[in-house]
């Protein structure tokens, strides 16, 4: 069974810009969750979804948004980016019940903001 | 808010020595604990998930235990060998907010 997989796994963009990372969940999660890792921070939770619609969101500003489709495939936007927001982003899927269920990674995208 | 605290925050043994990483939380109002581990540069790996109901969960080497009334959970590696370093996290799900938070991880080098 394939895992989770992330795309791109390296982003290098420039202050201003904005940037979309996408996450397919393993087959049959329907739940996908969005993290941020920092040196500084650690891992923090963005948001998770499950079936189409944002179950959770964490205490990051309205320029990270979310979405996720039918098949329950996700993507992550950053809007006017920050040098601050330089971080490996893992996405995480799991079963139906997520408060109930494993989660499992993804190798994560390694973003650089120059 | 949920605080989850790792402690130590780096570990060096020696290949064959059994060793205990520990973890604590404020908030006992969890749904479960899930124990990770990170090699440099990479997603994590899941190890171990132990419901709020259970006590203890066991995969190979490795057995984790919770206590939810103390707020504490601790790794067991028996037997170390130098393909078990890296960094070791833990995360509660809580059900206040329904969130994961990690711990910031301790960090495991085993000496061949």
């Known amino acids: 069974k394939a895992g989770v997989t992330q795309t791109p796994r390296y982003l290098i963009k420039t202050r201003g810009q904005q940037v979309t990372l996408s996450c397919s969940p393993i087959s049959g999660h329907r739940s996908v969750s969005w993290y941020q890792q920092t040196p500084g921070q650690g891992l923090q939770f963005l948001f998770e979804?499950?079936?189409?619609?944002?179950?959770n969101k964490g205490n990051f500003p309205g320029r990270f948004s979310g979405r996720q489709f039918s098949n329950s495939r996700s993507e992550m936007n950053v809007s006017t980016l920050e040098l601050g927001d330089s971080a490996l982003y893992l996405c995480?899927?799991?079963?139906?019940?997520?408060?109930?269920?494993?989660?499992?990674f993804g190798p994560g995208t390694r973003l650089t903001v120059l | 808010k949920q605080e989850v605290t790792q402690i130590p925050a780096a570990l060096s043994v020696p290949e064959g020595e059994n060793l205990v990483l520990n973890c604590s939380f404020t908030d006992s109002a969890i749904y479960n604990l899930q124990w990770f581990r990170q090699d440099p540069g990479k997603g994590l790996t899941s190890l171990l998930l132990?419901?709020?109901?259970?006590r203890e969960q066991t995969s190979g080497r490795l057995n984790a235990s919770l206590d939810k009334s103390s707020g504490r959970s601790t790794l067991y590696i028996a037997a170390s060998q130098p393909g078990d370093s890296a960094t070791y996290l833990c995360?509660?799900?809580?059900?206040?907010?329904?969130?994961?938070?990690f711990g910031t991880g301790t960090s495991l080098t085993v000496i061949p």
């Open positions: 995480a899927s799991s079963l139906a019940l997520a408060e109930r269920g494993e989660q499992f």
């Open positions: 979804y499950f079936s189409e619609t944002q179950r």
């Open positions: 132990i419901q709020s109901s259970q």
């Open positions: 995360a509660v799900r809580s059900n206040t907010g329904n969130q994961f938070y």
